[in-house]
């Protein structure tokens, strides 16, 4: 096994903040990973997926397994949908642009989301009105312990808003290697209604949307307002839009009744944390080369040589603002590696 010494991380977070890996290993395969959880030479071991959400504020003192397990394939097909495998290596969009030349529906919405397909049920990822919840069969992982090979079930995983079972009582226990999702291939159901999907199809003349249709838009959307990593350091949304009690709701809206809102049940509103953000003036603002980004509050920026820490820092001074101003609590989607 080809394990390096004092790798940069620079190129492998979209954040590009330049902490150091001790040691690093790229995992090609399930027995790699099976053979590298089981070098008792470096205990201190950290895995490493696509590296979209997270921010790293400090060299990594480990062995650093970078999960980059690569394939796709129909496992089930009839003449209404499929059952897709994708290997936690494949990149998520990518995986989204394979599934429409097949003419899969059920991941259009979920266009152009950073990372790779391994992370997406740890953080259930979503987008304009779908999650992975939506489409998730299973997904197997391996224990880290005893190297094991677990299949966890939609129920397994406890999804919930930005959150899974991995986040919470199997945090650094698993790592998963696939994931299985079940998608359409007639009879899509096509989600417009969420966010500016709908007017971004009236302003191209589209009255009838394909899949292939609907992803274009939110890929306009999403280009419109987030800024290319590739270009400018970020994690994408770096905070969750704070969900709030049907009392704390009716206090929020009669000292702001302007404020815009979604309504997720009888008793639960999600506020959208971006705009919350932007009024406390912190849009487009920029503190040496950490900043949020002009045209998304929610999007934490690099502007070249920021550190970890410094990220971290704009981040607490947001949540401080935004509660002092509201009476809510905003708190980071992104994972802080310490």
């Known amino acids: 096994m080809d394990i390096q010494k004092e790798i940069s991380l620079k190129s492998y977070n979209t954040f590009g903040i330049d902490a150091k890996a001790r040691y690093f290993i790229e995992i090609n395969s399930v027995d790699e990973l099976r ?33 980059n397990i690569k394939g796709i394939e129909v496992v089930e097909e009839n003449k209404d ?20 030349e097949k003419g899969y529906g059920g991941l259009e919405n979920m266009s152009l989301i950073p990372g790779n397909t391994g992370t997406a049920p740890i953080q259930n990822i979503g987008a304009y009105g779908v999650e992975l919840k939506d489409t998730f069969v299973n997904c197997e992982a391996i224990n880290i312990a005893d190297q ?4 966890f079930t939609k129920d397994d995983c406890r999804f919930g808003y930005r959150d899974s079972y991995f986040k919470n009582e199997g945090k650094g226990k698993y790592i998963i290697t696939s994931v ?38 939110v890929i306009a959307i999403r280009q419109s307002k987030l800024p290319d990593p590739k270009v400018l350091g970020n994690s994408g ?36 944390a971006g705009w919350l953000i932007e009024q406390v003036g912190y849009k487009g603002k920029r503190f040496g080369d950490a900043g949020i980004h002009k045209n998304q509050a929610l999007v934490l920026v690099n502007y070249g040589n920021a550190s970890g820490q410094e ?9 401080e603002a935004v509660e002092k101003k509201f009476r809510i609590r905003i708190a980071p989607e992104v994972n802080i590696i310490a």
């Open 35 to 67: 053979l590298a959880l089981r070098l008792k030479e470096y205990p201190e071991k950290f895995i490493l997926g696509g590296g979209s959400n997270m921010l790293i504020t400090g060299d990594i003192n480990a062995l650093v397994l970078y999960i």
């Open 81 to 100: 949908g499929v059952i897709l495998k994708s290997m936690a290596g494949e990149n998520w969009h990518n995986l989204v642009l394979w599934t429409l």
């Open 148 to 151: 094991s090979l677990k299949i």
């Open 180 to 217: 299985t999702l079940q998608l359409t291939k007639h009879n899509h159901r096509r989600n417009t209604s969420y966010g500016a999907i709908a007017s971004e199809l009236e302003k191209n003349g589209i009255s009838d949307p394909k899949i292939k249709d609907i992803s274009n838009a």
């Open 237 to 272: 949304s770096f905070f969750k839009n704070p969900v709030i009690s049907e009392s704390e709701f009716h206090t929020f809206t009669k000292d702001f009744p302007n404020a815009p809102f979604y309504t997720l049940s009888n008793d639960t509103y999600k506020i959208p």
């Open 311 to 319: 990220i971290i820092d704009l981040a607490h001074k947001i949540i």
